[in-house]
């Protein structure tokens, strides 16, 4: 099957760049796309898989354990060091709204129970996007006790699976990334707030540009491989731009003035408990490496808060998750008045061992 290119896709910037963000930085926390039906949400999340750096995977391993750290408790393990390894490319896994709990966590091998009188887990979808993309259409509409199963699994990196006498933990590490048309419904707090980023996407009104989509989307249906075999090098270079942000993102510095920036910003505009200030800065850090800088900038802070602070502004119980734009820009104005200066400051007194006094943080 032959998805739509992400670079083919026509605006949608702010969708784009939250993906990428993703990519460069796993542990943001994925991102929810909330925006009404037709806006490219789902063809731009099957995009970002392509772009994805391969993932080096124990062969034979239903669990997607890595040969540097192979899981102590593997159900398919124990992995010796030498056992045979190889890249794949790193899966793009939908969990159905409809799908049941043991779809989702796993459930007992009952033709190896039969045949084998042995009690071996099935891994679910859990397992299967480890390490990889775990996509949820319609998230909102998802049932309960999904929700409740993807909640423990994104705060702890884990699945703990209980069936039929078998009982295995396995990681289960994923990005997490969502869609959903708000006219359905609103997302459950504790669900909504695991969202790193999120992300508000409407058709554009401007003539030019619908007609630009229309135009690409009809290429696509009429010859899917010739259309991604001419984006292919926009592909390519757009991947090459992630992996380099990847490893960059390792010695990119936030200096004490910009941590002090980035909770000055999730104090000023209410937001609920500590994980904003953590994002924040973890999204603000990815930002400097996409965009090529050895330091965290004014411009990350504020390009992130617009990303990582909308949905987790304290508000109503039946209020939607926003975030006033005049507010943010405000607040934004205040906290970050004169930080690029005062870093620069701070990362030449932190070069100098006769006057380092600054304590900078780095990944």
Known sequence: MVNFPLSAVV????LRLALLLNAVSPTLGGVLVRGEK???KSTAVRGLAALLPGVEVVVGCRFACAPSAPNPDCPDGPHPDGTAHATRAARLVELPVGASEDRVTG????????????SVLRPG??????????YVDEVNLLGDHLVDLLLDAAALGVAHVERDGVS?????????????NPEEGELRP???DRFGLTVQVAASRDPVLRAQVVRRRLAFETDPVAFAAAWA????QLAARVADARARLRAVTLTDAALRAVSTVCAGVDVDGMRADVVLAKTAMALAAWSGHGTVRAADIRAGARLALPHR??????DAPDLDDATLDTVLDAALDGLDATADAELTALADPATNTADATRT
Request: hydrophobic share 50%; proline share 5%; no cysteine.
């Open 107 to 118: 459930s007992v091998d009952l033709d190896r129970a039969l045949a084998e009188g042995v």
């Open 168 to 180: 295995v933990r396995h990681p289960a590490s994923f990005l997490l990334v969502g869609t959903m």
């Open 11 to 14: 605006g949608a910037d702010d």
């Open 125 to 134: 979808l859990l397992a299967a996007a480890h390490r990889g993309i775990l």
């Open 190 to 192: 504790q669900l909504l």
């Open 38 to 40: 037709g806006t490219a």
């Open 233 to 236: 090098p926009a592909e390519a």
């Open 313 to 318: 502004r304290r508000r109503g119980p039946f």
